[in-house]
């Protein structure tokens, strides 16, 4: 099964930040309930970074230090605040066949 991690945090090398959407991330539970049936997965970055074979980011994003250089699927900024999950699977899917 693929490990993703949804990326909304980072450390920047700065500092970190968040994905300036209107809708709350901070609560995850909507996101893994549908994802976990596909995928394993993560939201933290910084725990997981070297458990994932891809990073799920929102497109657009801010830059952040990629240190191990993984594979990012880059996905419409606008599927994640319509909350629209079959889209963003749709993404992931078309990028990781």
Same mark, same amino acid.
């Given at each position: ?27 995850? %539970? ?10 394993? #997965? $993560? ?5 997981? !970074? &070297? ?11 801010? %830059? ?10 880059? #996905? $419409? ?5 319509? !909350? &629209? ?13």
């Amino acid at each position: 099964m693929i490990k993703l991690c949804f990326v909304f945090t980072v450390n920047s090398g700065v500092g970190c930040g968040s994905l300036p959407l209107p809708v709350n991330f901070e609560e995850y %539970s909507d996101m893994k309930d549908y994802f976990s049936q596909y995928y394993n #997965v $993560s939201f933290n970055y910084l725990r997981d !970074k &070297d458990q994932v074979d891809y990073l799920v980011l929102p497109n657009p994003f801010f %830059s952040f230090d990629n240190e191990h250089n993984l594979p990012i699927i880059k #996905v $419409s900024a606008r599927l994640f605040m319509e !909350k &629209d999950f079959e889209g963003v699977k749709t993404c992931i899917d078309r990028y990781s066949a």
